[in-house]
């Protein structure tokens, strides 16, 4: 049984970071077509997108939008500071994550932390400091846990996480970020909610909240008698769970995926991006071309579980107390040129 709120839902007041990213973009216009939610205040490092600017030019002013630097302090307390936050009266925030992932060619912020390490911790101090803040929703990876040899892995939101010493600095962020959310899921003053997802795919088959699919060569790297299991989900599906959550009642960490679980070589053929199964000297070796280049490399790691081993998600509790169900399928289509593109369908 979903755990939706007793309480009237009109009039959420709510700060969303990262709006001008893919999944932020969606999720400020289902928001924004939301009943329930009163006005939203969208942050960003970019100008605001131009799918904004009649939300912006509307006379009801639901929708304002301020550029910032997430993960500099100076930043973040200038605004959590402002007369604009203050008349908001902002009670939720939902925190979208940059979609990209450090790299040998950005160094780190001062403290010797990557940049979406400081914007969790960042985010969790202003959440914590603003007084009328209740709910607090947070897009998460499923890279976090644990891997085991061979692609049967489920995990449930219970599974442990990679906490080894050498884990890459690609799943660190995310375990890092994770770790620091999980520290108030007990406050009895803020709501705290971690979604964890696996390879979000959006418009036009992009993939996001994936490193195997970054960098250089994308998918085309993986390592030479491994073929991982990767777990789907639609943006679409991402932003519907985080306003699910948004309207609910339920605390902690929930698993968000959607129906599809495909090997890593299939997926890389969805998109355009055909794997080419590499020895381990050569998958190190391309990674190094590509920090060398100034691009996200694969996973620094030559001996990372995710270049071996795959993973599913038990998404029962989502199910349970989100209401969660997956609304699409995702599929290769075809296009009007011919060519084929990866899509989401709705079921």
Same mark, same amino acid.
């Given at each position: ?94 925190? /979208?994550?940059?979609? !990209? ?5 950005? @160094?780190? &912020? $001062? *403290?010797? #932390?990557? =940049? ?83 390879? /979000?795919?959006?418009? !036009? ?5 994936? @490193?195997? &699919? $970054? *960098?250089? #060569?994308? =998918? ?97 509790? $989502? ?29």
């Amino acid at each position: 049984m979903s755990l939706i709120r007793t309480e009237a839902a009109f009039g959420s007041r709510i700060v969303l970071t990262h709006a001008d990213s893919p999944i932020g973009r969606r999720l400020v216009k289902s928001l924004y077509h939301d009943p329930s939610v009163e006005r939203i205040v969208a942050l960003g490092p970019g100008p605001p997108p131009s799918v904004f600017d009649r939300f912006l030019s509307s006379d009801e002013r639901r929708l304002t939008y301020s550029r910032i630097d997430l993960a500099r302090h100076r930043s973040m307390a200038t605004f959590f500071n402002s007369s604009l936050l203050k008349e908001a009266r902002i009670d939720s925030m939902l925190y /979208v994550p940059a979609h !990209g992932w450090p790299t040998a060619s950005v @160094p780190p &912020l $001062a *403290g010797g #932390l990557v =940049s979406q390490t400081a914007e969790a911790r960042l985010v969790l101090k202003h959440a914590l400091e603003l007084r009328s803040l209740e709910n607090l929703i947070c897009l998460g990876s499923a890279l976090v846990y644990r891997l085991s040899p061979g692609n049967s892995n489920l995990f449930t939101e219970s599974s442990e996480l990679d906490l080894a010493p050498d884990t890459s600095p690609e799943i660190r962020c995310w375990v890092n970020a994770d770790m620091i959310f999980q520290g108030e899921f007990q406050n009895p003053g803020l709501r705290v909610v971690l979604l964890r997802l696996p390879s /979000v795919v959006g418009t !036009g088959g992009k993939v996001y909240f994936n @490193p195997m &699919l $970054a *960098g250089i #060569l994308k =998918s085309r790297i993986r390592s030479m008698g491994f073929d991982p299991i990767c777990a789907l989900v639609s943006d679409k599906d991402v932003v519907r769970a985080m306003q699910l959550a948004l309207h609910s009642t339920a605390r902690g960490v929930f698993n968000i995926a959607g129906f599809e679980t495909v090997p890593l070589s299939v997926f890389g053929r969805w998109i355009g991006e055909p794997s080419v199964p590499l020895p381990r000297a050569l998958i190190s070796l391309a990674s190094r071309m590509s920090s060398f280049v100034g691009r996200a490399p694969a996973p620094t790691s030559t001996s990372s579980p995710h270049l071996h081993y795959g993973f599913t998600l038990d998404t029962q509790r $989502a199910r349970l107390e989100l209401g969660f169900e997956p609304g699409y399928r995702i599929a290769p289509g075809p296009m009007v040129d011919g060519r084929f593109q990866l899509e989401a369908a709705p079921v």
